[in-house]
């Protein structure tokens, strides 16, 4: 189990770091787009100084890299040292490739589909606990040496080197890293709960014991009950509980309607589900029960 999830957390981080390096090199530098965090650092380096955008990412990341050390330890190198190293490298060769000619022709979706890569590309990474360093590193630093909280270091971080990169665009290209942001923002959440999202129902019914027994048969769906009170009556009552994928939600509605139909049911979307049945196998229910 341990090397298939090193060998999953492997593949995620470089295939993460392909994607947002592509996104970066083949839409975001070329057209001149803002961007946050070690790489819009190595943007503004490039414009002042003709230093290659690879390069300087690579030499900010170790020298983060070399803090975090110092810093914070050796096991948060070592967690961070792949992304770090591989993000600048795919970096390097996709920026040898042709650009897109759907940026000339079409910027509008040339901007999306970029912002579209690198969301998905940081959400991947994300996923399996990397990062491509840059202000992830100085955010733990600065925690760690001056006890600052990590989020508010890293978003002040990325902001303050993109409102730095603004200076250099045009105005159409703020706008359009602006829309490229807020893309960004959504594809990246998306994509750390991409099949993890799972139904939550709660059930309340005085045939709670056939419901029970209905999705437990019928509709092979785990349940747990909970004790509740009613609120008026205050009369002790059956609660199911049960997370179901959403494909199952009519069919398991129609198996409690058809048993109760004036059953109390609340259903709410929850963003990850761990455990049996879930992240490990179902537990298959005893003969006779």
Known sequence: MKIRRRIRNFLGVMVGNAILAYGI???YIPSQLAVG???????ILYHLFGIDTAVSVFLINAVLLVG???????EFVVSTVLGSIVYPLFLGLFQRLPTPDIMATDKLTGVICAA????????LTLRVGASTGGSDTVAVICNRVFHLPIVPVKLAADYGVMGLTFLLVSADNLIYSLLALVVEMLVMNRMLVVGTVQLQLLIISAQHERIREALL????TGVTMLRAETG???ETSEVILCVIPRKKLYAVKDAIHDI???????????KEVQGQGFSYGRIPLPAGK
């Not at 965090?37 to 190595?42: C, D, K, Q, R």
């Not at 579209?116 to 959400?123: E, I, K, T």
């Not at 109760?260 to 929850?270: L, R």
């Open 25 to 27: 090199a083949a839409f």
């Open 68 to 74: 975090g050390w110092l810093c914070v330890g050796r």
């Open 37 to 43: 965090g070690s790489t819009g650092a190595g943007v």
């Open 116 to 123: 579209a890569l690198v969301g998905a590309g940081v959400g």
């Open 260 to 270: 109760d139909p004036t059953a109390f049911v609340t259903v709410s979307e929850v």
């Open 232 to 234: 008026w009556q205050r």
């Open 217 to 220: 048969k019928k509709q092979e």
